[in-house]
């Protein structure tokens, strides 16, 4: 359990910071992402993250890479190039669990207030519901 909740802090202070650089509303000469980049700069789509899982595993696999490429004592301009690529799929698998995290609180707090009414079925429905995601970010 312990481990869930330091996961849980971890990924919502990441994700809040993703959403403040997110939310100033002027996009102008910025991308999609809320950045600003210099004309020479490509820009990637990243990796999709259409489901739970599959940010998961995206997550996981850009931080590795993205964990050695930071090992190295000195970045080359093709390092550069991946960090930045990589950047994108981080940000796409963020977004998604995110929007997970927020399911999650929102089938949590149904439990909650379900199990001060004794209303078994929502309890088993909902806590189902929490559960499979929970232990997916356990994982």
Do not use: C
């Not at 700069?41 to 998961?56: I, M, S, T, V």
Request: hydrophobic share 35%.
């Amino acid at each position: 359990m312990r481990s869930i909740q330091i996961a849980t802090l971890l990924l919502a202070g990441l994700l809040a910071g993703t959403a403040a650089a997110d939310d100033d509303g002027d996009h102008g000469g910025k991308d999609g992402h809320g950045h600003e980049h210099e004309d020479r700069a490509e820009h990637f789509e990243g990796k999709p993250a259409n489901n739970l899982d599959q940010a998961l595993t995206n997550f996981r696999e850009a931080n590795s890479k993205l964990t050695e490429l930071l090992a190295k004592d000195e970045l080359s301009g093709a390092d550069m190039a991946q960090v930045h690529k990589l950047s994108y799929t981080i940000e796409n698998a963020m977004a998604r669990l995110q929007k997970e995290m927020d399911q999650m609180a929102s089938d949590l707090e149904w439990v909650h207030k379900a199990s001060e009414r004794m209303d078994h079925k929502t309890v088993r429905a909902k806590g189902k519901n929490y559960l499979d995601a929970a232990n997916k970010l356990a994982d």
